[in-house]
């Protein structure tokens, strides 16, 4: 094979993903794999379907997450919308839900997830002051809603229903990674 198609063929190889690659007489590592967190049910910047919010049945997004890092023993999710109340003129930030103890391994949590929790799993409370997954339902304009998951090297004690707030100072020191996912959704005109 020329020189050039060798290394050319060795580069697509080593975008692939695959762990070792031999090209010729030289091997190279692929890179490691990122913390990620996705949802079939939107793109990242997306808009999330209205089945998910206010206007729909309110049922909780899917997720699926890759490559927590090793040593993560638990993962904690923090859903919040940072335009609260007027894109325009936020005034705050609104935690729609919380989530604490998701098993690193899992992988994922399906569409309507919290109806019925993985084990161990536990709930925090929202904004609303409730226990659950809230969706969106932004008074005015379209907002920006982030996902954030936090890979931990602990698995938190029972904290009851825990705020954003609350949550985040159990883990603080705790943190190995974090990744997120931000959707966007802005309600029908009527």
Known sequence: MPRSFAALFCSALFATGAAVIPCGDRAEAAPAATFALTSPAFASGG??????????????????????PQGTRSLALIMEDPDAPDPRAPQRVWVHWVLYNLSPNAGALPEGAASALPTGTRTGRNDGGRATYAGPCP??????????????????PDLGEPTKAQLQAAFSGHVLAETELMGRYQKKAR
């Open 47 to 68: 808009a999330i379907p209205s089945r998910f919010t206010c206007e729909g049945e309110g049922t909780s997004l899917p997720l699926a997450w890759s490559a927590p």
């Open 139 to 156: 008074p005015i304009g379209s907002h920006r809603y982030f996902l954030k998951l936090y890979a931990l090297d602990v698995v938190l």
